[in-house]
């Protein structure tokens, strides 16, 4: 049996254009959702607000087998200001239908926890 990997955080992602291992992506799927994921694609998304970028990267798209609430996920990853890798996992529901609006959705969560 092999150790259970640290449950991964969602957080605002912030840093470059960057391809992520989609592999760790359907872990931390695993990790902050409870259930598998098959990887449908990627999809660079860059998110401007007055102008300038707020978030550039690449997110990636899975659709979850047998989640309750949902039927797709959009994740992505970053490094920390720490040096440490942090994943974001949004579950398509709502308004949350595309990267970008997972992308928006992140960033506004973030900025409500003050962070």
Not at 18 to 41: F, K, M, P, Q, Y
Not at 68 to 94: C, F, I, M, N, Q
């Amino acid at each position: 049996m092999s150790p259970r990997r640290p449950r991964a955080t969602i957080s605002l992602a912030s840093s470059p254009l960057a391809e992520t291992n989609v592999e760790a992506l359907r872990d931390a799927i695993r990790d902050l959702h409870g259930c598998e994921s098959r990887w449908v694609e990627a999809v660079p998304v860059t998110e401007t607000f007055e102008g300038e970028t707020v978030w550039e990267g690449v997110v990636q798209v899975f659709d979850l087998i047998d989640h309750p609430k949902a039927k797709r996920a959009y994740a992505w990853s970053h490094e920390t200001d720490e040096g440490k890798r942090r994943y974001v996992a949004v579950l398509h529901s709502g308004g949350i239908d595309s990267p970008v609006n997972a992308v928006k959705a992140a960033i506004v969560a973030d900025y409500q926890k003050g962070s």
